[in-house]
């Protein structure tokens, strides 16, 4: 009885993975960035999960598989879009981002019946996942974002609630192009993988 959330931004040349160029074009950065979120949400559609909503900004493409439900992000801060998702689940649920296309349904099958939050620390210091078994926005809003310490500071937010916190794996996002290739070879038949093999190859960059 989950929902699960994957909040993302519409994969367009010159608004996501502006970090992959250099030495990636913009629009195989976007390209890139399209693997990426469909490889996330093909593994989603493949969980139990009650619900399954895109917390989108920007308008679905192609790549969204069936069973979803879209709804837009709100204006502000990602703390107060994060929040925002959350706001709008009655019940329990688990959020992820578009960065991580190695996850699996098995990773993103979570139980709350000993806890009350799950926390998926990712290895730059934030975070890829947050699980909540009662969604409470105010546990969000105010948490800095993109910072080293990030995952760290939500951590403690969730334990002054006096929250049960159980850890997910620790993950690697695709934030450079270091990222991308530590990553596709976790996952070497998945879109991703297959696609930063072409971009490598037509643009003769050195994955190591």
């Excluded at 204006?75 to 925002?84: I, N, Q, V």
């Excluded at 009350?116 to 948490?143: H, I, N, Q, S, T």
């Excluded at 192009?177 to 490598?200: I, M, S, Y």
Aim: charged share 20%; hydrophobic share 45%.
């Amino acid at each position: 009885m989950t929902t699960l959330l994957v909040i993302a931004k519409e994969p367009r040349p010159g608004r996501v993975k502006t970090r992959l160029t250099p030495p990636f074009s913009p629009e195989q950065a976007a390209a890139l960035a399209e693997a990426s979120l469909a490889d996330t949400l093909h593994a989603v559609a493949r969980t139990s999960a009650t619900r399954r909503v895109l917390v989108l900004d920007g308008r679905p493409g192609p790549w969204l598989p069936p069973g979803f439900d879209v709804v837009p992000q709100c204006a502000g801060g990602l703390d107060e879009r994060l929040a925002d998702a959350f706001a709008h689940c009655r019940g329990p649920a688990l959020l992820i981002g578009m960065d991580t296309p190695q996850v699996t349904p098995a990773l993103l099958t979570v139980d709350f019946a000993e806890c009350d939050a799950y926390l998926g620390p990712a290895e730059d210091g934030g975070f890829w996942a947050l699980g909540l078994a009662d969604p409470d926005p105010a546990l969000l809003r105010g948490v800095p974002m993109s910072t080293a310490e990030t995952g760290a500071i939500q951590r403690q937010r969730l334990r002054t609630a006096g929250l049960r916190v159980r850890d997910l794996p620790r993950l690697r996002d695709v934030d450079t192009a270091a990222d991308a290739a530590a990553v596709a070879a976790l996952v070497p038949h998945g879109r991703f993988a297959a696609l930063l093999n072409r971009c490598t190859a037509g643009s003769g960059t050195d994955r190591r």
